[in-house]
């Protein structure tokens, strides 16, 4: 017999199935992962088919040397989806195979842990007879009863009920009473508080969502857009249907943004679901989520929440793939091989005969095209679950504010606002959008935000040399003293840090005690479960937050929400701002009155008059999703086009760029010309918005590219471009996420 093989080295040279032959002493199927010799060293590989026969001289074969493991780690479905990665990202097959398993599982870092265990040794009806014979020796026969029930008990808990067991133990062991066995140990990673609440009624809504989504499970169907607002109860439905899944036999897999932000998500599903749930996510020790991995395989867990590379997770018939908040751009990966975590889900769908449901109060542009085309299915629950209203939304006028002679954060409805909710004893949320990079220069007068001259994007101000720069086109202005559109001496760059807030509102509001989640109180491993239970437990009257509170939380006591800097988001140099800045709006709005009290919401904003900030204010989604749909098509934006570029990085930005410029020259040399040429509507050489990350200077050449079957090989052929040897660091993306 022999095996083909892929090696676990990630390059292009190795990037082939190789032939070894499987000695008669082991026992390989697909899937499995072996060790073999490589050249001079040992390697580890992947069994990716068997076969009789060899096809070249078989005494050149060397042989397996061993199987790492008893099972086969990958499935044979998520072998045929890594084919498929390699092909789509141009990656190779190793690589995509990697995406499947665990990191730590390579290179055996972490290792089975067991533990030991007790178990009875004879017959149940002989116990008492058993108990008896051992007369006055009390911890022989407390060691019996305890362990009375015939299962296997650990020896942990033995030794704390029975005071130095060991050698009553060994009696017993002796006479074989007993047995002591290793038994794997499985590490159980921490979730929270777990209350498990009593189902629901389903409303109206639910039910009818069901009702489509259900069929799906045993019939493939396309895949689903959910457009819940919030508080429809879209986790209500996910519950249900992974139930039905569950009782059909299948698995089910469930996507969240990010673990962190939905710890309330994971308790509803563990307080139903108990242990046949697992969880993945980047927070684990290695030890936990190679462990949470292995209940998965084996099939212990048969429902998977987790972030995006959860998607890989190897549940065997699949029967449900949920992508809560859809939207999320962390569904993109930012690594190579880059995938879209919802491409996957759909592609397992397909593969695998599963329901595909993404979901979302504020689905992406992408998703909601995708449903007017008739390629997703669209179900909308427009209401609050038990007519609950949604909240009331006002705008506050910063600019106004400012020629009233407030020169504070806080607008004065919603100074007012917050005196109103915390003198009735209720809750508010505050949420200051903040991101850690260069940010837009506003005025404050008129709020208008300086931008470049030949694209429609915010300059970016950079510190060092006080400049306005224009990250798609290059163009650079010194930073100017006065607007240039009213004069005013109020302009300078935007962004106000959470500290600075929370120390203003404990100086206004003494007692009412804030809560501040952000990167710096949230580091600790479980750091936002107990911050999310300080304040579920009404110990502070505000919880004061960046992004990380704004989505997914369920706070029944918040009937107040500000969003203090409503813009920032809107002046990002990318295509993207006007949606992110919605999407964000609506999920923040969204955390207000959720309990019996209705919610209010103040947005503060410089451009009230701007079509995403007036739509979020009146929850419009479609009104937001068709004026955002025209710009794209007529600015030549995604989905229309494709973006993608090469991002260079070296110490030196004058490398950078050097390599940028080249890699730009060679192609339009190479493609200039040919009709592949047409396909390119934009190519630039320039800096990255973000010019130094970790003391890297970037680069880019940025290109947009018309959607269509050729584009293919041209992507293709920049992968290859992008993997030969330059004097700085090259890596070619597709769509990016982020375009920082
Ligand atoms: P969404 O994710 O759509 O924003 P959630 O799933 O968080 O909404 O649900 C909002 C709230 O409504 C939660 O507190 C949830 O427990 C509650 N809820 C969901 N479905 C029902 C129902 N059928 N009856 C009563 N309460 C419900
Ligand atoms: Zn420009
Ligand atoms: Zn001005």
Request: hydrophobic residues 40%; neutral net charge.
């Given at each position: 017999?022999?095996?083909?093989i892929i090696?676990?080295?990630?390059s292009e040279?190795?990037?082939?199935?190789f032939?070894y032959?499987?000695?008669d002493?082991?026992?390989i199927v697909?899937?499995m992962r072996?060790?073999?010799p490589?050249?001079?060293?040992e390697k580890?590989g992947y069994?990716?088919r068997?076969?009789?026969q060899?096809?070249y001289d078989?005494s050149?074969?060397?042989p397996?040397?061993?199987?790492l493991e008893?099972y086969p780690?990958?499935?044979?479905?998520l072998m045929?989806?890594?084919?498929?990665i390699?092909?789509?990202?141009?990656?190779?097959?190793?690589e995509a195979?990697?995406?499947?398993?665990?990191?730590?599982?390579?290179?055996?870092r972490?290792k089975?842990?067991t533990?030991?265990?007790?178990?009875l040794n004879?017959?149940?009806?002989r116990?008492d007879?058993?108990?008896?014979?051992?007369?006055r020796a009390k911890?022989?026969r407390?060691i019996?009863t305890i362990l009375?029930?015939?299962?296997?008990h650990?020896?942990?808990?033995?030794?704390?009920m029975?005071?130095?067991?060991?050698?009553?133990?060994?009696?017993?062991?002796e006479?074989e009473m007993?047995r002591?066995?290793e038994?794997?140990a499985?590490?159980?990673?921490?979730y929270g508080?777990v209350?498990?609440?009593?189902?629901p009624?389903?409303?109206?809504?639910?039910?009818?969502?069901?009702?489509e989504?259900?069929p799906?499970?045993h019939r493939p169907?396309?895949?689903?857009l959910?457009h819940?607002?919030?508080?429809s109860?879209?986790?209500?439905?996910?519950?249900r249907?992974?139930r039905?899944?569950?009782?059909?036999?299948?698995?089910?897999?469930i996507?969240?943004?990010?673990?962190v932000l939905?710890p309330?998500m994971?308790?509803?599903?563990?307080s139903?679901?108990?242990?046949?749930?697992?969880?993945?996510h980047s927070r684990?020790?290695p030890g936990?989520?190679?462990?949470?991995w292995?209940?998965?395989?084996?099939?212990n867990?048969?429902?998977?929440?987790?972030a995006r590379?959860?998607?890989?997770?190897?549940?065997?018939k699949?029967?449900?793939?949920i992508?809560?908040?859809?939207?999320?751009?962390t569904?993109?990966s930012?690594?190579?091989?880059?995938?879209?975590?919802?491409?996957?889900?759909i592609?397992?769908?397909?593969?695998?005969g599963?329901?595909?449901?993404l979901a979302?109060a504020?689905?992406?542009?992408?998703?909601y095209?995708?449903t007017r085309?008739?390629d997703?299915i669209l179900?909308?629950?427009?209401?609050r679950?038990?007519?609950?209203?949604?909240?009331?939304?006002h705008?506050a006028?910063?600019?106004?504010e400012l020629?009233?002679?407030n020169?504070?954060?806080f607008s004065s409805?919603?100074?007012?606002?917050l005196?109103d909710c915390i003198?009735?004893?209720?809750?508010?949320m505050?949420?200051?959008?903040r991101?850690?990079y260069?940010?837009?220069?506003?005025c404050?007068?008129?709020?208008e935000?300086?931008?470049?001259?030949?694209?429609?994007v915010?300059l970016?101000?950079?510190?060092?040399?006080?400049?306005l720069?224009?990250h798609y086109?290059?163009?650079?202005?010194?930073?100017p003293?006065v607007?240039?559109s009213c004069?005013?001496?109020?302009?300078?760059p935007?962004?106000?840090?959470t500290?600075?807030v929370e120390?203003e509102?404990n100086?206004?509001f003494?007692g009412?005690?804030?809560?501040r989640m952000?990167?710096?109180?949230?580091?600790?491993?479980n750091a936002?479960?107990?911050l999310v239970?300080?304040?579920r437990?009404g110990?502070?009257?505000i919880l004061?937050?960046t992004?990380?509170?704004?989505?997914?939380?369920?706070f029944?006591?918040?009937?107040?929400?500000g969003?203090v800097?409503a813009?920032?988001?809107?002046?990002?140099?990318?295509y993207?701002?006007?949606?992110r800045t919605?999407?964000l709006l609506v999920?923040v709005?969204?955390?207000a009155?959720r309990g019996?009290?209705p919610?209010?919401?103040?947005?503060?904003?410089?451009q009230?008059?701007h079509?995403?900030?007036r739509?979020a204010?009146t929850q419009?989604?479609?009104?937001?999703?068709?004026?955002?749909?025209?710009?794209?098509?007529?600015?030549?934006?995604?989905?229309?086009t494709?973006?993608?570029?090469?991002l260079?990085?070296?110490?030196?930005m004058?490398r950078?760029?050097a390599?940028?410029?080249?890699?730009k020259?060679?192609?339009i040399?190479?493609?200039?010309g040919t009709?592949l040429?047409?396909?390119i509507?934009?190519?630039?050489a320039?800096?990255?918005?973000?010019?130094r990350?970790q003391?890297?200077a970037?680069?880019?050449?940025?290109?947009?590219?018309l959607?269509?079957?050729?584009?293919d090989a041209?992507?293709a052929r920049?992968q290859?471009?992008a993997g030969?040897?330059?004097?700085a660091?090259?890596?070619?993306?597709i769509n990016?996420?982020?375009?920082?």
């Amino acid at each position: 017999m022999y095996a083909e093989i892929i090696v676990d080295i990630a390059s292009e040279q190795v990037d082939r199935v190789f032939t070894y032959a499987v000695p008669d002493t082991l026992n390989i199927v697909p899937g499995m992962r072996v060790r073999i010799p490589f050249g001079p060293r040992e390697k580890e590989g992947y069994v990716i088919r068997l076969k009789e026969q060899a096809d070249y001289d078989e005494s050149k074969i060397k042989p397996i040397l061993a199987s790492l493991e008893d099972y086969p780690a990958l499935l044979p479905e998520l072998m045929e989806l890594a084919w498929e990665i390699r092909e789509r990202c141009h990656c190779p097959l190793c690589e995509a195979l990697r995406l499947m398993l665990p990191a730590e599982m390579r290179g055996g870092r972490v290792k089975v842990k067991t533990e030991e265990y007790v178990q009875l040794n004879i017959p149940e009806e002989r116990i008492d007879e058993a108990i008896e014979a051992q007369g006055r020796a009390k911890k022989r026969r407390l060691i019996l009863t305890i362990l009375s029930d015939g299962k296997p008990h650990p020896m942990d808990e033995l030794r704390a009920m029975v005071h130095d067991v060991r050698d009553p133990l060994k009696f017993l062991e002796e006479k074989e009473m007993v047995r002591l066995f290793e038994q794997e140990a499985l590490r159980a990673p921490y979730y929270g508080r777990v209350d498990a609440p009593p189902d629901p009624e389903l409303t109206e809504e639910q039910q009818e969502a069901l009702s489509e989504l259900i069929p799906a499970l045993h019939r493939p169907q396309k895949p689903f857009l959910l457009h819940g607002v919030t508080g429809s109860g879209k986790t209500e439905v996910y519950i249900r249907l992974v139930r039905e899944a569950l009782k059909a036999g299948k698995g089910a897999i469930i996507l969240v943004p990010e673990i962190v932000l939905t710890p309330q998500m994971i308790n509803w599903f563990r307080s139903r679901f108990g242990d046949a749930m697992a969880v993945l996510h980047s927070r684990l020790s290695p030890g936990e989520r190679f462990d949470e991995w292995r209940r998965i395989r084996k099939g212990n867990a048969r429902i998977v929440i987790g972030a995006r590379s959860a998607v890989f997770a190897p549940v065997e018939k699949l029967g449900v793939v949920i992508v809560d908040e859809e939207h999320e751009q962390t569904y993109l990966s930012d690594r190579f091989p880059q995938y879209d975590a919802r491409e996957i889900a759909i592609s397992r769908g397909k593969r695998e005969g599963a329901a595909v449901v993404l979901a979302s109060a504020t689905p992406s542009i992408y998703s909601y095209a995708m449903t007017r085309r008739g390629d997703y299915i669209l179900i909308e629950m427009p209401h609050r679950v038990l007519d609950r209203p949604l909240p009331k939304i006002h705008m506050a006028d910063m600019r106004a504010e400012l020629r009233m002679g407030n020169h504070s954060m806080f607008s004065s409805v919603l100074l007012r606002k917050l005196e109103d909710c915390i003198s009735q004893g209720h809750q508010a949320m505050l949420f200051i959008n903040r991101r850690g990079y260069a940010s837009s220069v506003c005025c404050r007068k008129c709020g208008e935000t300086i931008k470049c001259s030949r694209c429609d994007v915010s300059l970016t101000y950079h510190s060092v040399d006080q400049t306005l720069r224009c990250h798609y086109c290059g163009e650079v202005r010194p930073m100017p003293r006065v607007c240039p559109s009213c004069e005013s001496p109020y302009i300078k760059p935007m962004g106000i840090g959470t500290q600075k807030v929370e120390e203003e509102l404990n100086k206004r509001f003494p007692g009412a005690g804030v809560i501040r989640m952000d990167m710096d109180t949230t580091a600790g491993k479980n750091a936002h479960f107990e911050l999310v239970d300080r304040f579920r437990a009404g110990e502070a009257q505000i919880l004061l937050g960046t992004q990380m509170i704004a989505k997914g939380l369920d706070f029944p006591q918040v009937t107040l929400v500000g969003a203090v800097m409503a813009d920032l988001t809107l002046n990002f140099p990318d295509y993207r701002a006007p949606e992110r800045t919605f999407q964000l709006l609506v999920q923040v709005a969204g955390r207000a009155g959720r309990g019996e009290q209705p919610g209010e919401v103040v947005i503060q904003t410089y451009q009230p008059e701007h079509y995403a900030i007036r739509s979020a204010a009146t929850q419009d989604y479609r009104a937001f999703f068709n004026q955002e749909f025209d710009r794209r098509r007529s600015d030549l934006y995604p989905p229309f086009t494709m973006m993608a570029r090469f991002l260079c990085e070296d110490k030196e930005m004058e490398r950078a760029r050097a390599v940028a410029e080249e890699i730009k020259a060679r192609v339009i040399s190479e493609f200039s010309g040919t009709p592949l040429f047409r396909r390119i509507f934009f190519i630039r050489a320039d800096e990255a918005p973000i010019t130094r990350i970790q003391d890297r200077a970037r680069a880019q050449v940025l290109l947009k590219l018309l959607n269509h079957p050729d584009t293919d090989a041209l992507l293709a052929r920049f992968q290859e471009m992008a993997g030969e040897e330059y004097p700085a660091r090259v890596v070619l993306e597709i769509n990016p996420a982020s375009l920082a």
